[in-house]
T-cell receptor, first 109, second 115 residues
Framework: SQQGEEDPQALSIQEGENATMNCSYK?????LQWYRQNSGRGLVHLIL?????REKHSGRLRVTLDTSKKSSSLLITASRAADTASYFC?????????FGTGTRLQVFP | DTGVSQNPRHKITKRGQNVTFRCDPI?????LYWYRQTLGQGPEFLTY????????KSRLLSDRFSAERPKGSFSTLEIQRTEQGDSAMYLC?????????????FGPGTRLTVL
């Protein structure tokens, strides 16, 4: 079963704009991870944020975590056409990951 | 470091046939995970190993599914008497420490189509 949901389900933006995706989950977690998946391909790990962290940056990515609201957000700044993909959040409580339903991002050149 | 590899990348089979997939994790990783992903959904956990020991199995893993990691290196996932509902992408991941602390690295997946 899915742990949570990403919002929005789909997002279309122009190159150069920022993209924000949100993730909500249901149970307590040790960490939350964001992955990218290009159409029909494997998942690429983007960033991991631990439950005692509130914000993390990696290049053009910014992730926030609010454990009181059981939610996280992923911000991609200055988007590029190559960012077009599905983005998933995944929570880890025990050793397995529980994924959300994903946000499909389309970046138009 | 060549990453996680999976073979085959695509498998088409007829209902009722058995299929076997292979996953080679990143060499120093002691944990190996199997997930299944259907169209439009996020991956769902199936099972995982620490070294050769299978530590957890999802209730999604029916009796027709069996996974092994005989020497603590590569793993195989076998589906017996395939059904059309088994059609999905089967993803393998590995990590160096427990997933609750470490990052899981995914392979490219094996796409199974059951006719």
């Amino acid at each position: 079963s899915q742990q949570g949901e990403e919002d929005p389900q789909a997002l279309s933006i122009q190159e150069g704009e920022n993209a924000t995706m949100n993730c909500s989950y249901k149970t307590s977690i040790n960490n939350l991870q964001w992955y990218r998946q290009n159409s029909g391909r494997g998942l690429v790990h983007l960033i991991l944020i631990r439950s005692n962290e509130r914000e993390k940056h990696s290049g053009r990515l910014r992730v926030t975590l609010d454990t009181s609201k059981k939610s996280s957000s992923l911000l991609i700044t200055a988007s590029r056409a190559a960012d077009t993909a599905s983005y998933f959040c995944a929570t880890a409580n025990t050793d397995k990951l529980i994924f959300g339903t994903g946000t499909r991002l389309q970046v138009f050149p | 470091d060549t990453g996680v590899s999976q073979n085959p990348r695509h498998k088409i089979t007829k209902r009722g046939q058995n299929v076997t997939f292979r996953c080679d994790p990143i060499s120093e990783h002691n944990r190996l995970y199997w997930y299944r992903q259907t169209l439009g959904q996020g991956p769902e956990f199936l099972t995982y190993f620490q070294n050769e020991a299978q530590l957890e199995k999802s209730r999604l893993l029916s009796d027709r599914f069996s996974a092994e990691r005989p020497k603590g290196s590569f793993s195989t996932l076998e589906i017996q008497r395939t059904e059309q509902g088994d059609s999905a992408m089967y993803l393998c991941a590995s990590s160096q420490t427990g997933g609750s602390r470490g990052t899981q690295y995914f392979g490219p997946g094996t796409r199974l189509t059951v006719l």
